[in-house]
């Protein structure tokens, strides 16, 4: 009877252990199913700050004030995150220690799952951290990152992206340059202006006497020729030691004879080929006066 009751309490005990252990199992398991939950809404948060962390970069030629504020607000949420990644992190590693206690493996290959999730999102809120400058906060195992005292500003992080540069005004050939180009495209109106402008801001420039020029030909094309005729005349009293007397010497007489002043057209190339002979300007004049 001794000897059989002794077997029952041995039975009875070994169901209990069972039964415990199973219970065991399934709070780990519950507790496990809240922690990933927990995890995926920290995939959410850390998706949203990135998004968040683009638009900041983008806004971030607005004023500096805004931007102050946007990267001190994801600072202060990323700090969040990664103190509850720490807190989950130290509950799985409690987790997994009482499975081993209970002799259970079933639930390893979550907790490996969880590991490598938590480790992903650390790296991110990192990469996150090194695109904004920010130095990752000083915690101690079991503590929480130092959170900033009551009523004080976030902190600005000492390293701040590059605000855009302004792009610097054309030098003196690039400004040349483009109002040429300007020309080159057919656009008289905006070529004029664009040499207008040149000759007002560098009048003593060695591109002056062609900038001029080019004012004169905008006319030209145009077929406001009476205007052209002026035009090609500042060239010539202006600059005449300049390479582009000839060829205003030249066109001028065009513009003439395009409003039927052959006489006057003749006069120019006249002294056209007085003063200039060698020039291809001067030949030509010569084909139109035969």
């Known amino acids: 009877m ?155 992080p000492s390293k701040m992206p590059p605000m855009p540069v302004e792009s610097a005004p054309p030098t003196e050939k690039g400004q040349y340059d483009e109002a040429k180009q300007t020309y080159d495209a057919g656009k008289w109106g905006a070529a004029r202006q664009g040499f207008q402008k040149f000759l007002k801001t560098y009048p003593k420039s060695q591109y002056a006497d062609s900038a001029q020029y080019w004012i004169a030909e905008t006319f030209y094309q145009e077929k406001w020729y009476e205007k052209a005729i002026l035009e090609y005349h500042e060239v010539i009293k202006n600059f005449p030691n300049g390479n582009k007397v000839p060829a205003a010497m030249f066109k001028q007489g065009m513009a003439f004879q395009q409003i039927n002043d052959k006489q006057n057209a003749k006069l120019v190339w006249q002294e056209l080929i007085r003063k200039f002979p060698k020039s291809n300007e001067a030949t030509q004049a010569k084909q139109k006066m035969q």
């Open 2 to 156: 001794k000897k059989t009751a002794i077997i029952f309490f041995a039975v009875l005990t070994g169901t209990v252990t069972g039964c415990a252990m199973r219970k065991d199992l399934m709070v780990l398991e519950g507790r496990m199913a809240q922690q990933e939950m927990q995890i995926k809404e920290a995939d959410k948060e850390i998706a949203r700050l990135n998004e968040q962390l683009e638009t900041a970069m983008k806004k971030r030629d607005e004023a500096m004030n805004d931007t102050r504020g946007s990267y001190a607000g994801v600072r202060s949420q990323m700090d969040e995150i990664r103190q509850n990644l720490n807190i989950l992190s130290g509950q799985i590693d409690e987790l997994r220690h009482v499975l081993k206690q209970s002799g259970g493996s079933k639930l390893e290959d979550r907790f490996e799952r969880l590991d490598r999730t938590i480790t992903q999102n650390t790296d991110r809120i990192i990469r996150i951290e090194n695109q904004l400058g920010i130095q990752a906060p000083k915690t101690v195992p079991g503590q929480t990152a130092e959170q900033p005292e009551s009523g004080a500003e976030a902190e600005v």
